[in-house]
């Protein structure tokens, strides 16, 4: 059955760009192992930039980041060197572990001029065992992602397993992760194989079960149920989910089994020992002030996004 509808909510990632947040929602705070889903945009951008929509280098701990772009294009420094591009169709996957500093910059206004920037951004949680793994950063080309297309549909598998398809995105516990787009009056389904099962409709409208639904909201549903989607008008989702983890701790961008790790994140990096991208480290977001509960339940400072 269907086990929750999330409504995305608004949020600021600062004067130049808002987000619709889905997860963690506090009735839902996972999906499988997804503990974190911004949708930005679509932002129609305008050259020259009039307002900043830089994310400045922060630290993760944990988790891995999962950058998706529908449309324009984001520059990715991280703490390993890595200086990466990414453009729509590929998939950006960094792996904090034991650590890692990132930032996501528009530095191309030209690839942008006249165009939109729309972007998923997914935290993965690892099992325990990968926690203090060494931070990690590989980009996947759209050619390496499998495509299935049938009549009304087109589908592209983003990471884990699914309908049959995988590709060589590489994952830290099982999961699926899927791009799909659905013409007016397709049926679809939700993968079987996985424990937890949801869908983000990014735009357009679906009936499940004699219901209408509409873009920004997630449908989550309990295992072994097998919704038939219709699409009432040319729809795009965003299907996720995989076995869960347990619980998990959340305070800003760090991520934890255990509620003494994230207190020795929080050090970390305000004392600097969370290693700022050498190539962009003249400037960091600071520790917020630590007048936040660990959730858990609770208040949480907004997490520094796009990743």
């Given at each position: 059955m269907l086990e929750l509808v999330i409504n995305a909510r608004k949020a600021s990632l600062g004067e130049g760009m808002d987000v619709k947040r889905i997860l963690p929602f506090r009735l839902k705070r996972m999906v499988g192992p997804f503990i974190f889903m911004d949708h930005a945009g679509p932002v129609q951008i305008e050259v020259p930039l009039t307002k900043p929509m830089d994310v400045l280098p922060h630290p993760h701990i944990g988790l891995s980041t999962v950058s998706y772009l529908f449309g324009g294009q984001v520059t990715h420094r991280d703490s390993l060197g890595v200086e990466q591009v990414i453009k729509p169709g590929e998939v950006n996957w960094m792996t904090a572990g034991k650590g890692i500093a990132h930032s996501e910059r528009f530095e191309d206004p030209a690839a942008l001029a006249g165009g939109t920037l729309e972007m998923i951004?997914?935290?993965v949680a690892l099992p325990e065992k990968d926690e203090?793994?060494?931070?990690s950063f590989e980009n996947y080309k759209s050619e390496q992602l499998p495509i299935f297309t049938d009549k009304g549909i087109w589908m592209r598998l983003i990471a884990g397993d699914?309908?049959?398809?995988?590709?060589?995105v590489h994952t830290h516990s099982p999961l699926f992760y899927l791009h799909v787009e659905l013409e007016a009056e397709t049926r679809f389904g939700l993968p079987k194989e996985h424990s937890e099962r949801g869908f983000y409709i990014v735009k357009g409208s679906?009936?499940?079960?004699?219901?209408?639904?509409?873009?920004?909201?997630?449908?989550?549903?309990?295992?072994?149920?097998?919704?038939?989607?219709?699409?009432?008008?040319?729809?795009?989702?965003?299907?996720?989910?995989?076995?869960?983890?347990?619980?998990?701790?959340?305070w800003w961008n760090f991520v934890s089994s255990r509620k003494e790790?994230?207190?020795q994140a929080k050090a970390d990096w305000k004392e600097g020992r969370i290693i700022l991208p050498p190539n962009d480290d003249k400037e960091f977001v600071p520790l917020p002030e630590d007048k936040f509960k660990l959730s858990g339940g609770g208040e949480n400072p907004p997490p520094q996004t796009l990743s």
């Open positions: 951004q997914t935290w203090e793994s060494n931070p699914a309908f049959g398809l995988k590709n060589g679906i009936e499940v079960g004699g219901n209408i639904y509409n873009e920004g909201q997630m449908l989550v549903f309990t295992k072994g149920v097998d919704p038939v989607i219709l699409a009432k008008v040319k729809t795009t989702l965003l299907m996720l989910g995989g076995e869960p983890l347990g619980e998990r701790f959340i790790r994230i207190e």
